[in-house]
């Protein structure tokens, strides 16, 4: 299935097809849909019964063919106590619908958008609904051999949201259509197969975003060992993949403004290098390039919605194999800040590629502040597991808007702590320092290495190993990649920057 359609329209229910309507702990109807099963004598509040249907949040009830009406079914969703519902919330509602609607292979329905308690639905919260209807209707079905039953498939789900005002609720949507699209290019880069999605690939991906107004940027090879990237160069040298780094502009703000700058590792597949990985799992490897997808679905969102802001999408792209030209274990390297490093371990190789993509940044662009992602360490799984990303940051204003953006969104994060302390651990005999400090804190080493890196800029570093990959499912995701971080750095944005 494509993904979903999201339209509004004003209150009115349909004829024939499929309604959604809300339904609270109390088990009252909106005013809407109760006037509704009032003049088809109360089948649907007979449906609730029978069903002991107690419309706990997010929770549906499938009413087949209703007596009394030529609907095809009714889709009674839970809402819970709705005075305790949150912005994050209504996506969630969204979220049940689609999936309700997919399993019951629904090609188009009706959603009354409408309160059980009476009180006023925003048009944000509307817009809130379709973006989850959005989020939970992408899927990943491109090497799936066609089967002989496809054509039964809807080919699209049509939402079409049934709200108090369509005018306002569609303004508010434009802006969330577009985190939509960015969420989806995201999860698409991140599943596509490392065969086919090499670092040329995902440079040329990204240079469809000029259609959107952004600059793009692709720094070849040659340009790199010009310039002395070497800590990025010496992870790409096994693999006959060349080496990329893309800057993406997007200038929507005032032309002398100082640009806000985001930072993503594209590791494009990383076997370990010498250091090889098990081969247990390996395969999620196509994946190490989160950061970068993140980046770069931002980047859309951010010029989909006409942000007024000046911002600055920096990825590094490369492969880590082990051929014969690979680094080894004892390199040494002189990244392109002149800071000597020693490889320790080849497969803490997405820091190598972050601490150049961060000087450049810092050096040539001069943004007001840098926020970096990357799948960067298993460790982050251990301290937080799957439901947070690990949040790193030297400026407490920086960090704290950046955790309101994602309670506010559900993306959240939780921050690690950072201290001259733990650099002894990176500490290096044979160079200025060592690119893994042990096993011991190896998310807040890995953190301390790239601080080195941004000088007095303030920054903040997210670890996103937990929740790029591997996502348990939601009412928003169906699991293993959510797009997680876009939705969370474009509240971020929209919240503190633009039109400053």
Same mark, same amino acid.
């Given at each position: 299935?494509?993904?979903?359609?999201?339209?509004f329209?004003k209150?009115?229910?349909p004829?024939?097809?499929v309604l =959604?309507v809300?339904l609270?702990e109390d088990?009252a *109807?909106?005013p809407?849909?109760?006037?509704f099963?009032a003049? &088809? /004598?109360?089948t649907l509040a007979?449906?609730?019964? $029978?069903?002991?249907?107690?419309a706990?949040p997010?929770?549906t009830?499938?009413v087949v063919?209703?007596?009394?009406?030529?609907?095809d079914?009714?889709i009674?969703?839970?809402?819970?106590?709705?005075a305790k519902?949150?912005?994050?919330?209504w996506?969630?509602?969204g979220?049940?619908?689609?999936?309700? @609607?997919v399993e019951?292979?629904a090609s188009?329905a009706? =959603?009354?958008?409408?309160?059980a308690?009476?009180a006023?639905v925003?048009?944000e919260?509307?817009?809130?609904i379709?973006l989850? &209807?959005r989020?939970?209707?992408?899927s990943?079905?491109?090497?799936?051999?066609?089967k002989?039953?496809d054509d039964a498939?809807p080919? !699209?789900?049509?939402?079409t @949201?049934?709200?108090?005002?369509?005018?306002?609720? $569609?303004k508010?949507w434009?802006?969330?259509e577009?985190?939509?699209? /960015?969420?989806?290019?995201?999860?698409? @880069? &991140? %599943?596509?197969?490392a065969n =086919?999605?090499?670092t040329?690939?995902?440079?040329?991906k990204a240079?469809?975003?000029?259609?959107l107004g952004v600059?793009?940027e692709?720094?070849g090879?040659?340009e *790199?060992k $010009?310039?002395?990237?070497?800590?990025?160069?010496g992870?790409?040298q096994g693999?006959?993949?060349?080496?990329r780094?893309?800057?993406?502009r997007?200038?929507g /703000?005032?032309?002398d403004a100082?640009?806000?700058?985001?930072?993503?590792?594209?590791v494009v597949f990383?076997?370990?290098?010498?250091?090889i990985?098990p081969?247990?799992?390996?395969?999620d490897?196509k994946g190490?390039?989160?950061?970068a997808?993140?980046?770069?679905?931002?980047m859309?969102?951010?010029?989909a919605?006409k942000?007024? =802001?000046?911002v600055?999408g920096?990825?590094g792209l490369?492969?880590?194999?082990?051929d014969a030209?690979?680094?080894?274990?004892g390199?040494?390297?002189t990244?392109?800040?002149g800071?000597?490093?020693?490889?320790i371990n080849?497969?803490?190789?997405?820091r190598?590629v972050l %601490?150049?993509?961060?000087w450049?940044v810092?050096?040539?662009?001069? #943004?007001a502040?840098?926020?970096?992602?990357?799948?960067?360490t298993?460790a982050?799984?251990?301290a937080l597991g799957?439901?947070n990303g690990g949040?790193f940051?030297?400026?407490?204003?920086?960090?704290n808007?950046?955790?309101a953006?994602?309670?506010?969104t559900g993306? !959240?994060?939780?921050?690690?702590?950072?201290? #001259?302390?733990y650099d002894k651990?990176i500490?290096?005999?044979?160079a200025d320092?060592k690119?893994?400090?042990?096993?011991?804190?190896?998310s807040i080493?890995a953190?301390q290495?790239? $601080?080195?890196f941004?000088g007095?800029v303030p920054?903040a570093h997210?670890d996103?190993a937990?929740t790029?990959?591997g996502?348990p499912?939601?009412?928003?995701?169906k699991?293993?990649?959510s797009?997680?971080?876009?939705r969370?750095?474009?509240?971020?944005?929209?919240?503190?920057y633009?039109?400053k």
């Open positions: 299935m494509s993904r979903p359609t999201v339209s329209a209150f009115a229910v004829d024939a097809g =959604v809300f609270a088990l *109807l909106s809407t849909a109760a006037a099963d003049k &088809i /004598g109360g007979r449906a609730v019964a $029978k069903a002991a249907f107690k706990k997010f929770t009830l499938d063919a209703p007596a009394g009406t030529e609907l079914r009714v009674l969703v839970g809402l819970g106590d709705p519902l949150t912005e994050k919330d996506a969630r509602l979220g049940a619908v689609t999936a309700k @609607l019951v292979k188009a009706t =959603v009354v958008v409408e309160r308690d009476g006023a925003t048009a919260e509307a817009a809130d379709g989850g &209807i989020l939970r209707g992408w990943f079905d491109a090497y799936k051999s066609k002989k039953d498939e080919k !699209t789900l049509k939402a @949201l049934a709200v108090e005002n369509p005018s306002a609720a $569609k508010a434009g802006a969330r577009a985190v939509a699209d /960015g969420s989806d290019l995201t999860r698409d @880069l &991140i %599943c596509e197969p =086919v999605l090499g040329e690939e995902f440079a040329k240079e469809k975003l000029e259609k600059e793009v692709v720094l090879e040659k *790199l $010009k310039a002395g990237w070497n800590a990025l160069l992870v790409a693999s006959k993949r060349p080496p780094v893309v800057i993406m997007w200038n /703000g005032e032309k100082a640009p806000i700058a985001f930072v993503g590792k594209g990383d076997s370990g290098g010498i250091s990985k081969a247990a799992g390996m395969e490897m190490d390039m989160g950061g997808a993140v980046v770069t679905g931002l859309h969102a951010l010029a919605r942000a007024k =802001v000046n600055v920096a990825i490369v492969e880590n194999m082990p030209g690979a680094q080894r274990p390199d040494i390297v990244s392109l800040s800071q000597t490093i020693e490889v080849t497969d803490a190789e997405g190598l %601490c150049d993509v961060l450049h810092k050096e040539e662009i001069k #943004p502040f840098i926020v970096d992602l990357a799948t960067l298993g982050i799984l251990v799957k439901l949040l940051a030297n400026d407490d204003t920086l960090a808007r950046i955790t953006a994602g309670l506010a993306e !959240t994060v939780w921050r690690m702590p950072l201290s #001259p302390d651990l500490d290096s005999t044979w320092m690119n893994t400090g042990g096993r011991d804190a190896g080493t953190a290495f790239l $601080k080195r941004v007095d920054w997210l996103i937990g790029a990959m996502s499912a939601t009412e928003l995701n699991g293993w990649t797009g997680w971080g876009v969370l750095l474009d509240r971020l944005v929209a919240d503190h633009e039109g």
